[in-house]
């Protein structure tokens, strides 16, 4: 299993948003501040807007603020978009991509990675790492 690049960078402009305490951060000051590309910030940041994770505000002073307080905000929440799941074959999320899934001695192997990884990021909220250097999301 690996988290993407898309999750990642997600992962750093929302902790970049919830620095902000509540005030609009532009998606140019995150890209130069995480050293990323603005385009490909500009849809990760369009898919959590979406998601109703962040709010968009327009004109001078506009930007991005979080939805939610920084503690209501869970990793998994935000992985969850920007995955599309985080299924590591692809049985676990659909049976029927595999015609032994039902008797397959190692399903529930991969159920339970898929469920601990899960658990996991929910227990993190972006306040807990809020206060961390990049290396705390990998980087």
Known sequence: MRISTRSRYGLRAMVEISRQGGAPLSCESIAEREGLSKKYLDRILSSLRRASLIESYRGQ????????????????????????????????????????????????????????????????????????GDQSIGG
């Not at 002073?61 to 599309?84: C, D, F, T």
């Not at 049985?91 to 190692?106: A, I, K, L, Q, W």
């Not at 192997?109 to 469920?115: A, G, L, Q």
């Not at 993190?124 to 961390?132: E, N, R, V, W, Y």
Request: aromatic share 2%; with cysteine.
């Open 61 to 132: 002073g506009g930007g991005y603020s979080l939805a939610r307080p920084p503690e209501q905000i869970s990793l998994n929440e935000v992985v969850a978009v920007l995955e599309e799941g985080l299924s590591i074959m692809p049985c676990v999320e659909d049976s029927g991509s595999c015609s032994r899934s039902e008797s397959c001695s190692t399903r529930d192997v991969w159920r339970s990675v898929v469920s601990a990884v899960d658990e996991a990021l929910a227990g993190i909220t972006l306040a807990d790492i809020s206060g961390c």
